[in-house]
């Protein structure tokens, strides 16, 4: 999962002539034929990841921002109720958990340990 902007620092290297614009374009035409998925993520900021046929769930951690892949059933029964409850057809939902790393964990340990 990376931003079009660590994207474009990944390829660069390989090809520097690529541009930013060219990097949003194509995620753009990926999007458009469900090749990626996007992910809300903080700040604004969106992230993508291939588009996997396997459902899944993300925990983010709230110190590093790397994002983890979390393997559940999908959670119908809160689509069915948020469509009673809204009476909206719902077509997907997003769920999303947050938390700590286990490295920025042991990171605090350490720098509470020091003082």
Partial sequence: MKTAEEL???IEVKLPTVSLATIYNNLKLF???GIVKDLPYENGLTKYEW???K???HVTCT???KMKDFYYP???EVEFLAESISKYKVHKHHLQFFGICNDCAEQEVKRYEKT
């Fill in 31 to 33: 999007l458009k034929h």
């Fill in 8 to 10: 474009y620092k990944l």
């Fill in 74 to 76: 999908v959670i119908k």
């Fill in 63 to 65: 110190i590093c921002g």
């Fill in 51 to 53: 588009n996997s046929e």
């Fill in 55 to 57: 459902e899944h769930y």
